[in-house]
């Protein structure tokens, strides 16, 4: 990306000002395909949003398997929204859960992942129908030990709103200059300051000047014009 030097002193400030809070500890999951999964959900829900879904998801069916033969309705339901996003996301999830079926033979991701090695395992979880960038690189991140910032379309609107990555950059670029001047070890703290930030509601603007206090050399003239 051009001027990364400049974008980068740009966002090193941007993060200086959202830090603060309390401290963020990254989620735990038994299994990458958890991950996934979740990751699914949270690209178009909130994050707690997305908490509550997995929650009900993981109480309301018996188990993966369960969930991957469900009909796209029955999830919406659990998603409780009706948009075309929601039927997306619904279909995303079956449809990704019968992948690493069939190219697995198995729901759970942990042993298969592990064989293959970090970047050989996120390229065959890119390459599986239902899996979107965003949910691989967040399963990738919290669940295999990479290293990856995963950028929701709001984190994005949000980085170029902010002048933090070009207008006209794509989404491999951005990933790539977030990586190089990210390091690992703060690499989720870093996705969820950003998407904290673009989640947020928009500041209030300021008051216009007639709701502010009227100067005190004004108000006594107008006060001294009365007493005449």
Not at 31 to 44: K, M, S
Not at 120 to 132: C, H, R, T, V
């Amino acid at each position: 990306m051009k001027n990364s030097k400049e974008h980068g002193t740009k966002l090193d400030k941007l993060l200086k000002a959202l830090k603060g809070g309390p401290k963020i500890k990254p989620p735990v999951f038994d299994d990458p395909v958890e991950a996934i999964v979740f990751g699914t959900i949270c690209e178009h829900f909130c994050e707690k949003n997305a908490k509550k879904i997995f929650k009900q998801i993981k109480t309301q069916f018996v188990d993966f398997n369960d969930l991957r033969i469900s009909r796209t309705e029955e999830i919406m339901e659990i998603l409780e929204d009706d948009s075309p996003a929601a039927q997306q996301c619904a279909e995303n999830i079956t449809s990704l859960l019968s992948s690493i079926l069939d190219k697995y033979d198995t729901l759970c991701l942990k042993q298969p992942l592990a064989e293959l090695g970090k970047r050989q395992g996120k390229k065959e979880l890119e390459e599986l129908p239902g899996a979107s960038q965003f949910a691989v690189s967040f399963c990738f991140l919290t669940a295999m030990g990479g290293h990856a910032i995963p950028l929701t379309a709001k984190t994005l609107e949000f980085l170029r709103r902010e002048g933090i990555v070009e207008a006209e950059a794509g989404l491999p670029e951005i990933d790539g200059f977030m990586e190089r001047h990210i390091t690992a070890a703060h690499a989720y703290e870093t996705y969820e300051l950003l998407r904290q930030a673009a989640e947020s509601p928009a500041k209030k603007p300021r008051p216009a000047a007639s709701d502010k206090k009227e100067p005190k050399k004004t108000a006594a003239k107008r006060a001294k014009k009365k007493s005449k």
